[in-house]
């Protein structure tokens, strides 16, 4: 009998699974069939936490101080943390960090009582560009007066005052320490000491006004034995300070003493101008005080178009007319000062040169130096003297202001001739 015929007595007419004959046999059972590991199952290998200096390396300075002090404040790690402040101090005085965020920095190192570096800091930006110094000015006199040094606080104090007369907190902490200001004092003056001899003829009698370039005083000139106004220029107000002193009794000299505050000296060894006091104040103390009726203030905006219009017959143009640089003498004349920022017309200009509340439209982008600026500035102070709604005036005013520069007066000669028109 074959294979095939004793299967089938065994199993019957079907044949036997297949695991049945394997198991009838000697042969070893098939391997257990795994599955291959796929990529969801499959073991992911450990991912090392990101190098936080790496990280800092590849942003901008300033994105990158700011994430270290986000990331030091949080850290677990004493390392991470010893590491970040490390780099910090590396990094602390960079020419690429803008001035803000060095002030910030500073405080950092201030709350860790790494004095002589937040110092450090403070001072690089109370020396840089204008528009950052102010809080660092401040914050330098504060350490001086937590240092018992009121002296070096008042300087910093008046040098803050001396960029921005409105900077927070400068002016009442100033008043704490207020003192009569005498020649050769360097806070008072904002001269290095080394220049006071230069002030020799000249006795400082009492501050009369502050602006972005210096300090104006009331003194008295011993040798002529009479009282004027001394203009001191900051010495890092602006490089090339001499030039810009220069430039101001210039034009002050063609605008013309009627119209102009009259300029006695110059002092080109401090950078000092010597000028008329004008015992009247300025425009800027007058609308303070409200002493005044709407024919005065018309009077005033009168005298500021003729000397609108004799500066732009000049060639000239002011560029920074405001309350403050309109003075007002012992007769009530109001006269124009400050020309330091004045330009010729069709000269090219510096974006945002100037007081921004009164700078036209199109002279904050800079370009071309056009008469029509002033006349803007000129709409801006008269709103101020009268308000909105002055029945004589109120619709040149309003002729000052729109954005588009051809739509105003040409120049203050047109102020003048629409003053003075029935």
């Not at 000015?137 to 504060?142: A, E, F, I, N």
């Not at 004092?185 to 210096?214: D, K, Q, V």
């Amino acid at each position: 009998m074959g294979l095939w015929s004793r299967l089938k007595g065994l199993f019957g007419p079907d044949p036997p699974p297949q695991d049945a004959l394997l198991r009838t046999s000697d042969a070893p059972p098939p391997p257990v069939s795994v599955p291959a590991a796929t990529e969801k199952n499959a073991p992911r290998p450990e991912k090392k936490p990101e190098d936080p200096l790496g990280l800092l390396r590849r942003m901008a300075p300033e994105q990158a101080v700011r994430e270290a002090l986000s990331r030091v404040e949080r850290t677990t790690s004493a390392l991470e943390a010893q590491a970040l402040a490390r780099w910090l101090r590396e990094n602390a005085r960079s020419e690429a960090l803008p001035g803000p965020v060095k002030v910030e920095l500073a405080e950092w190192f201030l709350a860790r009582a790494e004095l002589p570096l937040a110092r450090s800091m403070l001072a690089q930006v109370a020396s840089g560009p204008l528009g950052h110094a102010a809080p660092a000015m401040l914050r330098l006199g504060d350490l001086c007066a937590q240092e018992g040094d009121d002296d070096g606080a008042s300087r910093w104090y008046e040098s803050a005052l001396a960029l921005d007369l409105e900077f927070p907190g400068a002016r009442e902490r100033l008043a704490r320490r207020s003192r009569t200001a005498r020649a050769g004092e360097a806070g008072a003056t904002l001269l290095a000491p080394s220049s006071a001899a230069g002030l020799g003829r000249f006795e400082l009698l009492r501050e009369l006004g502050r602006g972005g370039a210096g300090a104006v005083f009331l003194a008295r000139d011993k040798r002529l034995g009479r009282e004027l106004a001394l203009k001191l220029y900051h010495p890092q107000a602006r490089a090339d300070r001499n030039a810009r002193l220069r430039g101001e009794a210039q034009v002050a000299a063609q605008v013309g003493g009627a119209c102009a505050v009259r300029v006695y000296d110059l002092l080109e060894d401090v950078g000092a101008i010597a000028m008329e006091h004008c015992a009247g104040a300025s425009l800027r103390t007058r609308i303070a005080r409200r002493d005044f009726t709407p024919e005065v203030a018309r009077a005033w905006l009168r005298d500021v178009s003729q000397g609108l219009a004799r500066t732009h017959a000049q060639g000239w143009v002011h560029r920074d007319l405001k309350p403050g640089n309109v003075l007002l003498r012992g007769d009530g004349r109001a006269v124009l000062t400050d020309f330091g920022l004045s330009r010729q017309a069709g000269s090219l200009a510096p974006a945002m040169e100037g007081t921004p509340a009164w700078l036209a439209p199109e002279a904050r982008g800079g370009g071309p130096t056009d008469p029509r600026a002033d006349v803007y500035a000129f709409g801006v102070l008269g709103l101020e003297l009268l308000g909105t709604g002055d029945p004589v005036l109120g619709a040149l005013l309003a002729a000052c202001a729109p954005q588009d520069p051809a739509a105003r007066p040409a120049d203050g000669e047109a102020l003048v001739e629409r003053l003075v028109a029935p």
